[in-house]
C-alpha cells in the first residue's frame, strides 16, 4: 500500500513538472506566433499603405475580429472569468481551445492596446484540465493540475514567480456549495507541487526564448534614489498614478454600457474600436499593443518627448484599452496599464526632476493599484519590472491607489456561481 501511494505521489510531482512545461510551452509559443505576426504586419506592409496605414491595418483588424466573433462568440474570456471559473470548478472546459488561442492572437496582431495574459491563460488552463481528465484515475490529486497549470502560466507570462504562485489563493472566500477545487495536498507539500510546476514552467518558457527568441520584454529597472526630494513628491505621484487607476475603471464601466446598448452587433463596436485606435495611434503611436516592446522603446526616448506628450500617452492608453476589450478587441489589461503608468511617470519625472525610476515605481503601483485594488497583489506583480528596493513605495503607492474609492457602478462585478437546478415537484 504504501509503496502504491508512493508511486502515485511520485507520478503526480512528475505530472506536476510536465503540466508546467507545457505552459511554458505553449505560451511561447502563441507569443512567438505573436511577434511573427505582428512583425509581418507593421514592418513589412507599412511601405505599401503609406502614413494612412494604421487606419487600413486597424480597420482590417476590427472587421476580421468582428466576424470572428460573430461566428464563434465573444473570446477569450477576461482573466479574472478564467481564474474564478478554475477557483469555482476546478477545470476548465477545452472543447474551444483553437478558438481561444486565434481569437487571443488577431487583437495583439492588428495593434489592439490589450495585453495576452487573458487568451493564454484561459488555453493553458484548457490544456491543464485535459491532462487531469486523463490523469485522474491515479488519484484524485490529479484534479489540481488544473489550477497548477493556469498558475504555472501565470508565472511565464509575466516571469514573475510570486504573482503567479499567489494568485490562485488570494481570494478564499466565495466558494460555491460543492466546488471541488479543495487541495487535497498538504499545505507543505502543495508549496513544493506549486514549485515544482513554476520551475517547470519558466525553464521552459526561457529556454525556448533563448534558443529561438520571441517572449515579452518589459524593461527590468535595477537602480532607484529615494532622497529627501523624491519622499515630497511621493504623495503627489501617487495620486496621479491613482487618477490614471480611477479613469481606467471609470472608462470601463461606461464604455461596458455603451457595449450593452448596442447590443450583438460584434462587427460594428470592432469596426469602431479600431478606428478610435487607429486615429489615436496616429497622433500618439506609443498608445497602440499591448505596451511592453514599447514600454523598452519609451526608455529610449523620453527624454526628447515632453511632459505633456508623456501624460497624454499614459492617460490616453487608460481610455483605450477598456475601449479595446469592450468593443470585441478582448485580451488582457495588465500590460497596458503598467505601460500606461511608465508613460506617466516619465512625464512626472519631467516635470518633478525627481528619480525617474522611483517616479516609475510610485505612478505605476498607483495606477496598477486602482485597476487591481489589491496592493500586494500589484507589488508582487511589479516585480517584473521594478527592484525589490522599491517595495516600500510601490506598496505604499499601491495602497493608496487601491484606497480611493470607486462608485457602486464602477466596481468590478464578482463572477457568481452557478445557479443549481430546482429539484422537481412532487
Not at 511554458?24 to 509559443?29: D, I, K, N, P, Y
Not at 512625464?347 to 486602482?370: I, N, S, Y
Request: aromatic share 12%; charged share 10%.
Amino acid at each position: 500500500m504504501e509503496g502504491a501511494k508512493l508511486a502515485n505521489r511520485t507520478l503526480f510531482v512528475a505530472s506536476v513538472i510536465v503540466t508546467g512545461a507545457i505552459a511554458g510551452a505553449f505560451v511561447w509559443l502563441l507569443l512567438f506566433v505573436m511577434n511573427l505576426g505582428i512583425t509581418f504586419i507593421w514592418n513589412k506592409l507599412p511601405a505599401h499603405f503609406g502614413p494612412f496605414f494604421p487606419i487600413v491595418a486597424c480597420l482590417a483588424g476590427g472587421l476580421v475580429i468582428g466576424l470572428f466573433a460573430k461566428r464563434f462568440g465573444s473570446y477569450p474570456e477576461d482573466l479574472n472569468e478564467v481564474m474564478a471559473k478554475v477557483k469555482r470548478d476546478g477545470r476548465y472546459d477545452y472543447d474551444k481551445l483553437g478558438v481561444m488561442s486565434v481569437a487571443a492572437l488577431l487583437p495583439l496582431f492588428f495593434g489592439g492596446s490589450v495585453g495576452p495574459e487573458a487568451g493564454l491563460t484561459g488555453a493553458v488552463a484548457g490544456i491543464s484540465t485535459w491532462v487531469g481528465d486523463r490523469m485522474k484515475r491515479f488519484g484524485a490529486d490529479f484534479q489540481q493540475l488544473t489550477s497548477v497549470g493556469t498558475m504555472a502560466a501565470l508565472s511565464a507570462i509575466f516571469t514573475a514567480p510570486l504573482f503567479g504562485f499567489a494568485a490562485p489563493f488570494y481570494d478564499d472566500g466565495d466558494e460555491a456549495a460543492g466546488s471541488q477545487t479543495t487541495i487535497t495536498l498538504p499545505k507543505s507539500s502543495k508549496i513544493v507541487v506549486y514549485f515544482c510546476a513554476i520551475a517547470g514552467a519558466l525553464a521552459t518558457f526561457l529556454g525556448l526564448g533563448s534558443l529561438f527568441g520571441g517572449g515579452l520584454s518589459l524593461p527590468h529597472f535595477t537602480d532607484i534614489h529615494v532622497g529627501v526630494t523624491e519622499l515630497i513628491w511621493l504623495a503627489p505621484l501617487a495620486l496621479v498614478g491613482a487618477a490614471g487607476g480611477w479613469l481606467f475603471c471609470a472608462f470601463d464601466g461606461a464604455f461596458k454600457r455603451l457595449a450593452d446598448r448596442m447590443g450583438d452587433r460584434p462587427v460594428t463596436k470592432a469596426l469602431i474600436a479600431g478606428l478610435i485606435l487607429a486615429l489615436l495611434g496616429m497622433a500618439l503611436p506609443f498608445t497602440m499593443f499591448a505596451g511592453e516592446t514599447q514600454a523598452e522603446q519609451l526608455g529610449e526616448v523620453w527624454g526628447g518627448m515632453s511632459a505633456l506628450v508623456l501624460l497624454g500617452t499614459g492617460f490616453c492608453k487608460v481610455l483605450i484599452t477598456p475601449l479595446c476589450i469592450r468593443f470585441g478587441w478582448r485580451g488582457g489589461h495588465f500590460f497596458p496599464v503598467i505601460f500606461a503608468g511608465i508613460s506617466i511617470g516619465y512625464g512626472m519625472a519631467m516635470l518633478t526632476g525627481a528619480d525617474p525610476v522611483f517616479c516609475l515605481c510610485a505612478c505605476t503601483a498607483a495606477l496598477v493599484g486602482g485597476v487591481m485594488r489589491q496592493p500586494l497583489m500589484t507589488v508582487l506583480l511589479l516585480f517584473l519590472c521594478f527592484p525589490v528596493k522599491g517595495v516600500v513605495v510601490m506598496l505604499a503607492a499601491a495602497a493608496l491607489g487601491a484606497a480611493i474609492p470607486l462608485p457602486k457602478a464602477l466596481r468590478p462585478e464578482k463572477p457568481q456561481p452557478p445557479t443549481p437546478p430546482e429539484s422537481p415537484q412532487a
